[in-house]
Every structure is written in C-alpha cells, then in structure tokens.
C-alpha cells in the first residue's frame, strides 16, 4: 500500500523506493481510485492539453469578463518580456499565469488547479521550465502528478478553498505546488521538492482572500502571474541548496492555524480587505446594483 | 485524502468553481432527474447565488447544465442565447430560504413530455454539489455516482425487495438512505451504486409491484 500523510512521508516514500515524488503519488491514485495506469494517464494528459491551450489563448487574450474588470492584460506582458528587467523566462511566466487566469474571468476553459481562482500558477510554471529544460511529455506529466501529492497533503492538513483559509489556501497551495513540479522537472531530489514547497508557502502565509464584488478577477488574476513568479524563484533557491529552517509539514501546519484565525472578512467573503475599499464598493454597485 | 483529479482537475468553464462549475453540475443533475428535455424552467436562486449570479455567470451555467452542457462546455458562455433558439421558456428570481446554503438553487421544471419536478440542491464548493430536495422530499444527492431514486410507500420489505434486483445484476451499493414523510406513508430511496444502472434493472425494480416508481439518475 502506498499511502502518506504527510509531505515528509511522501519523500521518504520517494527515496526508500528510488524513485520520484510524482511516481509516488501515481501509484497512490491508482490504489485509490480503482482506475487503470492508462485511463489514469490520459486523464492527466487531458488536464495538460486544456492547460496548455489556455496558456495559448491567454497570452493572445483581448476579451474582457463579464464585469469588465479583467482581460487584456496578458498579451501586454507577453510583449514586454524582452525589454523586461526580471527578463524572458520570469515575464513568460508571468504572462503565461495572468493568461490562464484571464482565460477563466471570460468563461472560457480552464483547469482549476487546485482552484479556478489559482487556476493559471502550475500551468504557466510547468510549461516554462519545461521549455527551458526540454522536459518530455512524460516529465511534464509526472511533474503534474508531483504537484498533486502535495496539493493532497496540503487539502488534507490545512486547505485548498479561500473560504476556509484565505487566498494562503489558493494561491499558497498552487505556489508550493508549482514550486515542486518545476523542482522536479530540473531534476532535483525529492528533499529539494519538500524545500520547495516549504519556502513557496512560508513566504505567503497569511494572504487576505479578499476579491472585489467577490468576483474572481481583482485581485486574482495579477495574482496569478505574481504567484507563478514567487515560485518559480522557490524552486531555484531549493535547486541552489537552500534549506528550510521550518520543515515543510510544520509550514502547512502553520498555514493552516493561520488560516483559522484570519477574519472572516478576509475569507472570500467580499466583505473586507480590497473589496471593501471605495474603490472596490463602487465596483460591486456597478456589477450588482446596491 | 482525496483523489488526485480532485487536485488537478476538474477541466472546467470559468470562473468560480462554486459559481459557474457547480452550478453547471447542478443544473445538469437538475436536468437529469427530470429525466427528458425540459420545456420550462423556473430557477430561484437564495444567499450568494442571488446576489452575485450575473458576475460569475452563474445563469448560463445553470442553463447550460439544464440542456445537457457538462461544467467544461464551452456552448456555457453562450447558453441563455442557445436555450432561446431552443425554445427553452426559462426565468430567474431571489429567493430568501432563510438559513439554507449561500449557494443554493431550486428548480421548478417542466419536461417537453409534461413531467413536473421540483429539484433543490446547493454548490458546497470546488464544483462539488449535492441536490437536497426533490419535490418536498429532503435528500442527498452528489451526483457522483450512478443513482437509482425509488418512490415507494413505507413500509417492511420494500428496501430488501429492491436489494435483491440490485444484487441479481451484479450491482454493488455505495452509499444508501431512506427517507419518508411519515411513518407509514409515502418514502423516497436514493441508492448510490458502483455500476451503471441499466433500463433491465430499473424495469425489474417496477416488476416487484412493491414501489410507485423508479428512475435512474447516471453520474455527471
């Protein structure tokens, strides 16, 4: 049986069986679900597909959502990537996840991941250091399964839903997520993937869930490209060999107290934080009326 | 824990999952209770689906979920037009349902065939959802795997009458619960199985003469 509670005994998993976090947690998906190893794959698959084209779409996107607030942004930085001073492969990412992001705020197709409102962070993290690192399908599909084991961990011990956690829960978890899949996609160890995920989330613990007209657009959709960056620069620090001072389930942990006590005005609840900023109150009356 | 689609996944519509997934799920399930082509449908929506529908396109997905659309139909952003080209006579109105969940939605449908249901049900988040009423009977429903809802009167035998059509097609039950008005009266059986539920089966369940009706609602 394989199983695991934590992120510490997915590594250990990883290591005793030399193998990888993402192998690890494809076979705990298929003591679990009853699925086949094929359909299983071509699930995954699947979600890379529509990943990618919401990659594609976004990064050319003009339409706006339906308030009006989003969309258009991303083709903007995609054009900038090269006068840029964080450079291509950051401005890549960064477009890449506002673009996703956008995609979702004008009802086109997206997977969330963990969330609709996270939904461009892994996406746009695993499609750039896979184009860097000329990863195969099969990489990026077990980078994907990677993400997952530890998204599991985190639903598990803490929470993936804004409403229950703050935008931490979100944007934190697709972080740490997307921090450990680019780890592996460079061919880190599964010590280097747990580091990841453990800086990822420290540096966003406490992030207010505080959406205008409760819409998942502002602050959402920058966030996303914001967050892809704040990744990608966990995974390079765990790839460097830096370490973390408080182990990686002891974060989640902390996430998840945090988590509890923030207000809940700041939950998604539209009742604190941006959305309750003049600007944010004229917003909502116009969407909604008073 | 959970799965790991759960995780990654589900491909979806933008852009709540709550909002415009769920409530796709929703109307879909909806859609299929009924169980033919809905003429008309009148959607009360109470809490945050009230207040903030048009925002995450929560109308259209819930249209689109009544004609049939899964929560990652691109034709979702474009339902209410659609449903208009089809004829489909639908209307929204605030409900205030008191303490029931933000995200709730009730439909009262009409199918082309003249079949009347009135269906309930809330988006509990992540696009998860669960239908808590079916004409004033309390339930729950996920939509997650194949049901077989049975109507039936109150009374000893019955559970045990249907048990065994399920046993004799080699169909396994998740997940069971029985509700009734009243001891005595009327009662409705919602039976979660592993396997598909096939017309045989629920032919052989109205042949026990013990039950008013039966109907299988599949997975979404």
Redesign the interface.
């Known amino acids: 049986m394989v199983n695991f509670?934590s992120i510490k005994e997915l590594i250990e998993l990883a290591k005793e069986k030399n193998t990888t976090v993402g192998k690890i947690?494809m076979e705990?998906?298929l003591e679990?679900?009853f699925d086949s190893r094929e359909h299983?794959l071509k699930?995954?698959q699947?979600?890379w597909q529509?990943m990618q084209e919401s990659i594609q779409r976004g990064v050319v996107n003009k339409d706006k959502?339906?308030?009006g607030l989003t969309g258009g942004d991303a083709i903007k930085l995609y054009a900038h990537k090269d006068d840029s001073y964080t450079g291509r492969t950051v401005m890549t990412v960064a477009a890449s996840a506002v673009g996703v992001s956008e995609?979702?705020?004008?009802?086109?197709?997206?997977?969330?991941?963990?969330?609709?409102?996270s939904?461009g962070i892994?996406p746009a993290a695993i499609k750039t250091a896979a184009e860097k690192n000329h990863n195969t399908e099969e990489e990026i599909i077990e980078a994907?399964?990677t993400?997952?084991?530890i998204?599991?961990?985190i639903?598990?011990n803490a929470s993936?839903?804004g409403?229950y956690g703050g935008c931490q829960a979100e944007c934190g978890t697709a972080a740490g997520?997307a921090a450990a899949a680019m780890v592996q996609l460079a061919g880190g160890t599964p010590d280097q993937v747990g580091t990841a995920v453990a800086l990822a989330i420290k540096n966003l613990l406490g992030l207010a869930c505080d959406p205008v007209?409760?819409?998942?657009?502002v602050p959402c959709v920058k966030r996303n490209g914001f967050v892809a960056v704040h990744s990608m620069v966990a995974a390079d620090m765990a790839l460097a060999g830096v370490e973390s001072v408080i182990p990686v389930d002891e974060v989640i942990d902390a996430m998840d107290r945090i988590g509890r006590s923030l207000p809940r005005a700041v939950k998604e609840t539209a009742e604190g934080g941006l959305a309750t900023t003049q600007t944010g109150r004229k917003i909502s009356e116009r969407?909604?009326g008073k | 824990m959970r799965g790991v689609f759960d995780i990654v996944g589900p491909i979806m519509i933008g852009p709540s999952s709550s909002h415009t997934a769920g409530a796709a799920r929703l109307g879909l399930l909806a859609g299929k209770i009924l169980g033919e082509p809905v003429a008309k449908a009148e959607i009360l929506l109470h809490g945050s689906f009230a207040r903030t529908y048009r925002g995450h396109g929560t109308d259209k997905a819930l249209i689109g979920g009544l004609m049939g659309f899964s929560p990652e139909d691109e034709r979702i952003r474009d339902a209410l037009e659609i449903a208009q080209e089809r004829g489909l006579d639908f209307s929204f109105a605030p409900v205030d349902l008191g303490d029931a969940h933000p995200n709730t939605a009730v439909f009262v449908l009409t199918g082309q065939n003249g079949r009347k249901i009135t269906v309930g049900g809330a988006s509990i988040g992540g696009g998860n959802i669960e239908v808590r009423n079916i004409d004033s009977f309390q339930i729950a429903l996920t939509g997650q795997y194949p049901s077989l809802i049975v109507v039936h009167t109150d009374k000893p035998g019955v559970i045990r009458e249907i048990s065994d059509v399920l046993a004799k097609h080699h169909v396994n039950i998740a997940f069971m619960r029985v509700f009734r008005r009243n001891r005595g009266q009327q009662a409705m059986m919602i039976i979660e199985t592993d396997e598909e539920l096939t017309e045989d089966i629920i032919q052989d369940c109205r042949s026990t003469g013990v039950i008013e009706n039966a109907f299988a609602v599949p997975a979404i």
């Open positions: 509670n947690t705990y998906e679990n679900s299983m699930s995954m699947d979600n529509v959502s339906l308030s995609v979702n705020a004008v009802m086109g197709r997206i997977v969330a991941c963990p969330t609709a409102g939904c892994v994907l399964f993400a997952a084991g998204g599991l961990v639903e598990a993936i839903a409403a997520m007209a409760g819409l998942v657009e969407v909604f």
